[in-house]
């Protein structure tokens, strides 16, 4: 879903090395898919970055009404271009959503272990569903590689992660979310940008307003992308001279393949591989600003698992040595195509899960290191409590915020350094306890 405001926001915009620095258990965005029954709770994808509501947010009070609103932003909207008749149209009968308030302002105590949120995501159903698809499109999917470069096998993937193959796309008014966002979220100006776009996408006649429904985010279609990761990377591949990413899956998969095209994609290269780390590794080393080609990872004694060969071809490329649950679990080298699903959704628990799931339709893509099941991701009040710990320990964190970034990680680092630790980063209740007895 590119760009939105829910699970994966303006994910394009931001770098590729602060998404690897991102928590991968924590801060995740739920897909449209993730409703379902058999979706994993997980970010949204091209949407926009998880940020954490303040305490003084949750309590914000408009200054106006929502009609006084929506008429100063309709002043707005013309001078950007959109016209009285497109802007009064969508807007016939819009009223605040409680709803999306409640849910731009939820901050789950809990989140869900990354183990957890792949098991859901490369579920049994998904993939068999995938397979079926794969074959379906085949005829598709190869125009789609050919003209894009991106595997198709990804592209179904994203499909699945984010609307379950087009079966939940989200039910919500995307111009009612919006303005609600617009006039009472936590992000006005980024609301605002969206719904200008999303009025620019019914001026252009792609879509009528009452069919323009999404999550409660703002993000749209089979693959989620916000209004404005729409306006710039939507596609009409099957030439009905409209951007159909809603019933059309030719445009859905087109505009997710452009997307990925743009965002770096490299024609042919793997995403990454799993591999192991030696006794002694520096883990200061595994940070998603660290680059190396894989042939300098090797020389630091890094391996594949028996049996697994070194893809063809990979030695030179540049790879960062990625930790979803820190030392203790399951370590993976990713490449250039990993930082574009990252630009898609900014969440590496979300761009592992498409790699494995494109990989699991050719029976492949099983992860052969143990997950530390026996460490859960700390609650957002006991991550709030480690950084404030840290901090007071003169290892700065920064905002005591829950929200584990590149300062809260490299002050975990330092502290699990002054301790004797692997300085992997990641937050456990073990570092937990001992910040607390000191």
Not at 69 to 75: D, N, P, T
Not at 191 to 198: K, R
Not at 252 to 268: I, M, V
Not at 335 to 346: E, H, T, V
Request: charged share 20%; net charge neutral; with cysteine.
């Amino acid at each position: 879903m590119p760009l939105s405001l829910s699970r994966r926001w303006p994910l394009r915009q931001l770098t590729a090395a602060s998404s690897l620095i991102l928590l991968v258990a924590c801060a995740q965005h739920p897909t449209a898919a993730d409703a379902l029954p058999l979706a994993p709770a997980q970010p949204n994808p091209v949407v926009t970055l998880p940020i954490a509501p303040t305490e003084a947010s949750a309590e914000i009070q408009p200054l106006q009404t929502f009609a006084q609103w929506q008429a100063g932003f309709r002043e707005q909207a013309l001078q950007a271009g959109i016209s009285p008749s497109t802007f009064d149209r969508a807007f016939l009968g819009v009223t605040v959503d409680v709803d999306v308030i409640k849910a731009d302002r939820s901050q789950p105590e809990f989140s869900r272990p990354v183990w957890e949120y792949l098991e859901g995501a490369l579920s049994p159903v998904r993939v068999r569903n995938g397979k079926a698809l794969l074959e379906k499109h085949a005829e598709l999917l190869a125009r789609l590689e050919q003209r894009y470069g991106v595997d198709r096998s990804v592209l179904v993937s994203v499909w699945g992660m984010e609307s379950n193959f087009g079966q939940f796309q989200g039910n919500k008014s995307v111009i009612r979310s919006l303005a609600t966002l617009a006039y009472e979220g936590r992000r006005p100006a980024f609301a605002q940008a969206q719904l200008i776009a999303a009025l620019q996408i019914l001026q252009n006649g792609d879509i009528q307003p009452d069919a323009m429904r999404g999550s409660w985010a703002g993000a749209m279609g089979q693959t989620q992308f916000i209004p404005t990761t729409y306006n710039t990377h939507a596609v009409d591949f099957d030439g009905d001279g409209r951007r159909d990413i809603w019933s059309s899956s030719a445009d859905a998969l087109a505009s997710t393949a452009h997307y990925l095209q743009s965002s770096g994609w490299k024609r042919g290269e793997p995403w990454g591989f799993e591999v192991q780390v030696p006794t002694g590794f520096d883990f200061w080393l595994a940070d998603g600003s660290q680059r190396k080609t894989v042939a300098e990872w090797l020389q630091l004694g890094v391996t594949l698992p028996p049996g697994n060969p070194l893809p063809s071809g990979s030695q030179q490329l540049s790879a960062a040595l990625l930790l979803p649950a820190g030392a203790r679990g399951p370590a993976f080298l990713v490449l250039d195509n990993f930082r574009a699903i990252l630009k898609y959704n900014n969440s590496s628990s979300y761009a592992l899960a498409v790699s494995l799931l494109a990989e699991r339709f050719y029976n492949s893509g099983f992860i052969r290191g143990n997950w530390p099941k026996d460490d859960l991701p700390l609650s957002r009040s006991e991550r709030i409590e480690l950084q404030t710990l840290l901090s007071a320990r003169q290892f700065d964190a920064g905002t005591a915020d829950g929200i584990i970034g590149a300062n809260t990680r490299k002050a975990i680092r330092s502290a699990q350094q002054s301790l004797g630790w692997p300085a992997d980063g990641y937050p456990t209740h073990r570092l937990l306890e001992s910040l607390r007895s000191r």
